[in-house]
T-cell receptor, first 115, second 114 residues
């Protein structure tokens, strides 16, 4: 029973390049959440997706960031033209159903370093 | 605007004693609260949760208390063990928003020493 999988675990990009982070939710889960953790800070919500739909993107920066969760395949968080301030740990979480009492299960994270 | 606050960045406790981690929130719409534990270079691991209709939830060595009038919750770990040493995050959600996004505190680093 595999948990939430994220790859790559570590990603190094130079300023101006693109970063693609992948997340495969737990088996049976159709709700995916992306969070970002800056050094010495808590996790900050970015976006909530269900299959083929963005439900809440209130935490996404207005430019350069996008997310998708296609019908087939993993969820992708895409950062275009990365800047040093994008360096952070990006965590994906999944849940089974939206309810008052679900828990979100987190992946190991992708640590993005922008040189 | 920090809606979930963990005012103690660190806590040091002797093995076998009780660890008490505190969390305050400001948004009265929050109705579900969770505690996560995080080791370095790993994702957060769910520990225990509580709904706003309860004031206590217990699971083994872990108990969460909720004081709605004070907008305060706490996590008690007893007895504390060295393996409990990690960063603990308090999180909250507000189901009326229908998004289930979690709002996290900044974490408390717990160190349990022998």
């Amino acid at each position: 029973n595999a948990g939430v999988m994220q790859n790559p675990r570590h990603l190094v990009r130079r300023r101006g390049q693109e970063a693609r982070l992948r997340c495969s939710p737990m088996k049976g889960h159709s709700h995916v959440y992306w969070y970002r953790q800056l050094p010495e800070e808590g996790l900050k919500f970015m976006v909530y997706l269900q299959k083929e739909n963005i439900i809440d993107e209130s935490g996404m920066p207005k430019e350069r960031f996008s997310a998708e969760f296609p019908k087939e395949g993993p969820s992708i968080l895409r950062i275009q033209q990365v800047v040093r301030g994008d360096s952070a740990a990006y965590f994906c979480a999944s849940s089974g159903l939206p309810s008052n009492y679900n828990e979100q299960f987190f992946g190991p994270g992708t640590r993005l370093t922008v040189l | 605007d920090q809606q979930v606050k963990q005012n103690s960045p660190s806590l040091s406790v002797q093995e076998g004693r009780i660890s008490i981690l505190n969390c305050d929130y400001t948004n009265s719409m929050f109705d579900y609260f969770l505690w996560y534990k995080k080791y370095p270079a790993e994702g957060p691991t769910f520990l225990i949760s509580i709904s706003s209709i309860k004031d206590k939830n217990e699971d083994g060595r872990f108990t969460v208390f909720l004081n709605k009038s004070a907008k305060h919750l706490s996590l008690h770990i007893v007895p504390s063990q060295p393996g409990d040493s990690a960063v603990y995050f308090c999180a909250a959600s507000a189901s009326p928003y229908n998004t289930d996004k979690l709002i996290f505190g900044t974490g408390t680093r717990l160190q349990v020493f022998p």
